[in-house]
């Protein structure tokens, strides 16, 4: 499977506690976003990376969150100090660069649950 | 700023029906329009794009500039299209936005 893939799948983590998922795109993708995906809502956009360089991160995104993608591959995003409101499916998703039309190709996301 | 509309949470049809899943937009520029797909347990998709201007499993999509639309239809529904619809948009900043979806159930 070439596909984009999320590890874990699912993390259940005590308030407080840090976590880091991991990312990994399809191969040949050089643009990696990261979203957030609550209980009826739609995706909400965190961070993108246009090969290793972070190009934007959005207001929802707090000081505890930080994302990496150190050699333009894989990402992480480490959640420090987290909070029930943390509490999301965390969904990566690629894309081929600078092309709008481009559509993503997401992960199967990790279920974040904090209690 | 860029945003994605999609009035109803739920739209519950028989099979064979016609459907209709709305889409509005906001954004002042020439925006990319997308429908992903999410069935049950499976990862969110690509359903159709607007440049394509394709028909994907029946469903169509137009683009309606001056009524900022994007919506989806299909003729008859088929119990295989129960899923979770997005609407999605991609304006200038590469960063694309989505509806809140529409949950469709067709039933048999």
């Known amino acids: 499977d070439t596909g984009v893939s999320q590890d874990p799948r699912h993390k259940i983590t005590k308030r407080g506690q840090n976590v880091t998922f991991r990312c990994d795109p399809i191969?040949?993708?050089?643009?990696l976003y990261w979203y957030r995906q609550t209980l009826g809502q739609g995706p909400e956009f965190l961070t993108y990376?246009?090969?290793?360089?972070?190009?934007?991160k959005s207001r929802l995104l707090s000081d505890r969150f930080s994302a990496e993608r150190p050699k333009g591959s894989f990402s992480t995003l480490e959640i420090q100090r987290t909070e029930q409101g943390d509490s999301a499916m965390y969904l990566c998703a690629s894309s081929l660069v600078g092309r709008r039309e481009s559509p993503l190709h997401f992960g199967n996301g990790t279920r974040l649950t904090v209690t | 700023a860029q945003r994605v509309t999609q009035p109803e949470k739920l739209l519950s049809v028989f099979k064979g029906a016609p459907v209709e899943l709305k889409c509005n937009y906001s954004y002042s520029g020439s925006p990319e329009l997308f429908w992903y797909v999410q069935y049950s347990r499976q990862r969110l998709q690509l359903l159709l794009r607007h440049i394509s201007r394709e028909s994907i499993k029946g469903f169509t999509a137009d683009l309606n500039k001056g009524e900022t639309s994007f919506h989806l239809k299909k003729p008859f529904a088929q119990e295989e299209d129960s899923a979770m619809y997005y609407c999605a948009l991609t304006g200038g900043s590469y960063i694309p936005t989505f509806g809140r979806g529409t949950s469709l159930i067709v039933h048999p």
């Open positions: 990376f246009q090969n290793e360089a972070q190009l934007e």
């Open positions: 191969s040949e993708h050089n643009r």
